[in-house]
């Protein structure tokens, strides 16, 4: 009942500026280059069939990438907290991958892989993969000395205190970095669409912004960010699933 109120907040708060959005429209206010919510929500409509054909493809980069980023970020993780030396190492390639725009990456990764879908999923696992890492580090810090001196104790090995003792202690960190992602898996997927491919959201973007067609360049933005929140709950939900599954445990052991 507490997250349904916390809820209404913001819902309210976007109905009122829809609301206000469409009637600045029916009164003749806003510019040509913008479209009102009932003339995006029509696009949407007239257009689901061509707005699916090209959203399919990305979702798929988007997902793929995200899995990806997750898998690398976690084995990395693993070998800097099994060999701790390598940490500084990894921290500055991972800082200057992420320092630089992909936007820049983007042409020679073209040059090198081709407008290939491999090229698409790398461009999207890059994107994704910095801000899952660097929560996976912080969270394999957070368990406590006392701990950590017991699993030494126990004479555990390193994978054993990184699976029984390190992941349990990163999975909420883990969570924040996936949440960050998650929209972010979207962006790289549109960005990679950016640099040529046959179909895709990014096509659809362009094809209509060069055509000018304002109605179906922001009813393809629309379904962008209606793809990226929807993402981003549902990280929301894995997370709350994942740590009531976890207190259970806890509580039945």
């Known amino acids: 009942m ?20 469409q009637l600045a429209a029916a009164v003749n206010m806003l510019p040509a280059t913008l479209a009102s ?24 980069v988007a997902a793929t ?26 921290m500055t390639v991972g800082t200057v991958l992420d ?6 990456i983007a042409p020679v990764l073209v040059i090198w892989m081709g407008l ?25 810090k957070s368990p406590p000395p006392t701990a950590e001196e017991l699993f030494v104790s126990l004479a555990a090995s390193p994978m054993q205190r990184f699976r029984l003792l390190g992941m349990p202690y990163a999975l909420p960190y883990l969570f924040v970095g996936l949440k960050i992602s998650a929209p972010l898996a979207i962006l790289g997927a549109l960005i990679a669409e950016w640099t040529g491919a046959e179909r895709g959201l990014g096509v659809y973007l362009l094809s209509a912004m060069f055509g000018m067609r304002v109605v179906a360049l922001w009813s393809g933005v629309f379904v962008a960010c209606a793809i990226s929140v929807s993402a981003y709950l549902l990280v929301c939900l894995f997370e709350r699933l994942s740590i009531a599954d976890a207190g259970q445990r806890e509580i039945g052991s």
């Open 65 to 90: 990438g995200y899995l990806l980023a997750v898998a690398i970020a976690i084995a990395v993780g693993a070998l800097v907290y099994v060999v701790k030396p390598l940490e500084p190492m990894v």
């Open 2 to 21: 507490i997250d349904g109120r916390r809820a209404l907040l913001p819902a309210g708060a976007m109905l009122a500026f829809l609301a206000a959005f």
């Open 116 to 140: 290939t879908l491999q090229m698409r999923l790398t461009i999207t696992t890059i994107i994704c993969l910095f801000p899952i890492f660097i929560s996976v580090l912080q969270g394999l």
């Open 99 to 104: 320092s630089i725009p992909m936007i820049a």
């Open 37 to 60: 919510p009932l003339q995006i929500a029509k696009g949407v409509a007239d257009s689901a069939d061509l707005l699916w054909f090209h959203l399919e493809p990305t979702l798929l």
